[in-house]
């Protein structure tokens, strides 16, 4: 390979020599026992759903458990994570140590050895413990490359005032949930002009496979070790159609809507004043969102708090609920939002790496996070979430979560923006399963690897 | 003529003789950076495209030789063409508009008294120092289908646009894109044109007034050949840059509307390669674009190189 590429590239052989070492090199980093030498580590967090206050517990405990070393936290944004991830985890030089990102990227960067094998810390980080569907994600023929980070889950945001002026009622079954939205659409309550009974935009696909997944369909199969997409299985096109029905006449959300900040549209105003002062309610245009479940920070009425405009929660106005599965029979399976984390397979400093990610899985640390609205990857500490409702609803939703499927492909599939149109043609009226077929043959080979 | 004694008639052969090394030595360091700079990238992007490249490879697994099959694969594939063909026509109507309000807005800078020539050169400039990810995100605001400007004017002036997606579908989606990339690269267009324009001497045209000649024919007749090399390259740029823009049309897919159908050359290869992983045939993407920008400018290039010529 060094030759062929040497050959190809004729100019600048040191170049394509340096190239190359960065390639192939760089395994004799792991330590040999005993206390590692003091240096920095990165540790990378995806968006900024970890607060400072666990930051700083990261870096003052890190750095008190290793004298001499320091820790750096970097921010990644979601939305480039998975090129940040390709271009700087084969690159020794540039790695991170320690990585967060998303679960359902997982798979496929543990798949091409992006990551440590940490099976060996395995039980000491939490074991049997830890929350099972991420820690597959993580996993390759039983080795543990990444581990859970923290879950969360969605649920159904309401708000109370509109359900009652259209004379809603919680609903026990989807079926029901689907006639409700629809009939406050129709209701238009207080007058709101364009609002919709349920706001769900058109390539929001990560909420939109609970209606698939409650029906009982799944988005693919593994058999033999090979994936199948399963958009037009009957169950999940069952799904598909209620969908439809609900993008008909329930929601007036654009057919290029995603799921970014849905909860906006919940919200009297964002903080648009009007020329005497008054905040209007022009921006309010939803009786009902689907969210993770920290978006709860998000939604309520504007107060000034230390100077700066933030929500506060008000139960008089707002509710939540858990989207109820077919049979009424208690919650739908919603998609499992939440982080894995690893270290990289690159990293200089790996026993560093190794102690971070032993402060991570502490007690204290696990606590913070439930303590936080972060679902704690260590199912024993889910009490710290607390026992308010937005606690109980992410409990019982992210008890009956799914994941997306562990394929090697699959975060390829999810970067292809396919989910994104396809459920955009759905909502656009296309016809159900013609478009599932099209899509299920687009999506297999992609989800085995085949470059697409 | 007095001049010409100062050269003595054996002086070309004189200098035939001598053949300077000195500017080949300067000339060398300049042009050996610009081997390597440029070389390695596209010898690397040669090799990716000849062999299956994906994820697994980036992470040091060998990359099997496939030969042309990654460009058999895309040269089959009807998307690729849809997406050829869309880029052409985006690259061509952005270049032409972008060149006629950029080429009367120099006019206009001429026409006009120099303190209002100097506002407009002012705007100019800080549309054009604008970066690109904040001038976006300015359009965006202005386009957003629930809280922009544009949507509230066209409501205000009687029609219903509440709620209306721009991005939605993909004509009115690059009609938002053309929109911005016209107003990022217009400052360029005008203030170079203005530049040529400043060329053109003020007694030739003060001349064909004289003759009788109207705006209009003194514009064809004697401005336009005399700025023609300028807009020449002027557009030769355009062309180009309007060939592989990125940053614009990745951001407003960022904001909403069908990847599929509003993707151009530079958006097609970014999907393929970092969004999917397969970074063999976003290679062989990426060469064919470095066909077709050189099929396309080959004559500009060629004409310049006539008219620059002894």
């Not at chain 1, 979560?401 to 043609?425: I, V």
């Amino acid at each position: 390979m060094k030759i062929l590429r040497t050959a190809a590239v004729g100019v600048a052989a040191a170049l394509a020599l340096a190239a190359c070492g960065s390639g192939d090199g760089s395994t004799g980093a792991t330590g040999d026992g005993g206390t590692p030498e003091p240096a920095t580590i990165t540790l990378w967090l995806a968006g900024g759903d970890t607060p400072d206050e666990l930051r700083d517990y990261l870096t003052t405990t890190f750095e008190a458990e290793n004298p001499g070393s320091k820790l750096v936290i970097e921010q990644q944004d979601w939305g480039d994570l998975v090129t940040k991830l390709t271009t700087a985890l084969p690159d020794a030089a540039n790695t991170p140590d320690v990585v967060e990102l998303g679960n359902t990227q997982s798979s496929t960067f543990t798949n091409v050895g992006a990551f440590l094998d940490i099976s060996d810390m395995y039980e000491e980080l939490g074991g049997d413990k830890l929350v099972p569907g991420f820690v597959e994600a993580g996993a390759v023929d039983g080795a543990n490359f990444t581990l859970p980070y923290y879950f969360g889950s969605r649920y159904v945001f309401y708000r109370k005032d509109l359900w009652a002026a259209a004379g809603a009622d919680v609903p026990k079954t989807l079926a029901e949930f689907n006639e409700t939205v629809a009939a406050i659409t129709a209701a238009q309550p207080n007058g709101i002009p364009n609002l919709s009974g349920f706001w769900i935009g058109g390539q929001d696909w990560r909420n939109a496979i609970s209606w698939i997944f409650a029906n009982g369909g799944d988005l693919a199969v593994q058999e033999g070790g090979e994936w199948t997409s399963t958009m037009s299985d009957p169950k999940s096109i069952k799904g598909l159609e209620q969908l439809q029905e609900i993008w008909t006449s329930a929601s007036k959300a654009p057919r290029d809507a995603t799921d970014a900040n849905t909860y906006n549209h919940l919200n009297d105003s964002d903080a648009v004043e009007g020329e005497d002062g008054s905040t209007t309610s022009y921006s309010l245009d939803a009786a009902t969102v689907m969210a993770p479940g920290w978006a709860h920070w998000s939604i309520g009425d504007l107060v000034t708090k230390d100077g700066k405009d933030v929500r506060e929660w008000n139960d008089e106005r707002f509710g939540v609920f858990v989207l109820p599965n077919a049979e009424g029979t208690g919650a739908a399976p919603v998609f499992a939002g939440g982080s894995n984390i690893g270290i990289s397979a690159k990293s200089q400093q790996p026993e560093l790496a190794k102690s971070l990610m032993r402060i991570i899985f502490s007690d204290e640390y696990q606590q913070l996070l439930g303590e936080n609205g972060l679902g704690p990857a260590n199912t024993d500490h889910v009490d710290a979430l607390g026992d308010d409702q937005f606690a109980t609803a992410l409990v019982e939703s992210a008890l009956n979560a799914k994941l997306t499927p562990a394929a090697p492909g699959w975060a390829a599939l999810e970067n292809s923006k396919k989910l994104e149109e396809f459920f955009g043609q759905i909502a656009g009226g296309a016809d159900v399963t013609a478009t599932a077929k099209a899509f299920d043959a687009a999506a297999t080979p992609i989800l085995n690897g085949a470059a697409g | 003529m007095p001049r010409t004694l100062d050269h003595p008639p054996q002086a070309p052969a004189l200098r035939a003789r001598r053949r300077p090394r000195v500017p080949y030595a300067l000339l060398a360091p300049a042009v050996l950076l610009l081997l390597a700079a440029l070389a390695y990238p596209v010898g690397w992007q040669l090799f990716t495209s000849l062999h299956q490249f994906g994820l697994a490879q980036q992470f040091g697994a060998s990359a099997e030789f496939v030969g042309l099959g990654n460009y058999a694969r895309l040269v089959t594939d009807p998307g690729l063409w849809s997406v050829v063909l869309r880029s052409l026509a985006f690259c061509l109507v952005n270049a032409v508009v972008t060149m006629a309000i950029g080429v009367l807005l120099a006019l206009l800078m001429k026409a006009v008294p120099r303190a209002v020539a100097l506002v407009l050169q002012v705007s100019l400039l800080l549309a054009w120092a604008m970066p690109v990810v904040a001038a976006m995100t300015v359009w965006r605001w202005l386009f957003d289908y629930r809280r922009g400007v544009v949507n509230h004017l066209l409501t205000q002036l009687g029609f219903d646009f509440v709620g209306h997606s721009w991005l939605e579908q993909p004509l009115s989606f690059f009609f938002v894109a053309t929109v911005v990339i016209v107003w990022m690269s217009v400052p360029f267009v005008a203030f170079s044109v203005y530049a040529g324009l400043t060329q053109v001497p003020d007694e030739v045209l003060e001349a064909a007034q004289i003759d009788g000649a109207n705006a209009r024919q003194r514009f064809t007749g004697i401005i336009l050949p005399m700025v023609r090399p300028v807009l020449a390259l002027v557009l030769l740029l355009q062309v180009i840059w309007d060939l592989r823009v990125f940053a614009q049309i990745k951001l407003l897919q960022d904001a909403g509307g069908v990847p599929s159908e509003t993707n151009l050359l530079g958006t097609y290869i970014y999907q393929v390669g970092v969004g999917s992983g397969d970074f063999g045939a976003a290679s062989a993407v990426s060469v064919f674009v470095l066909a077709l920008t050189i099929t396309l400018s080959w004559p500009y290039v060629r004409t310049l190189l006539r008219e620059e010529g002894p």
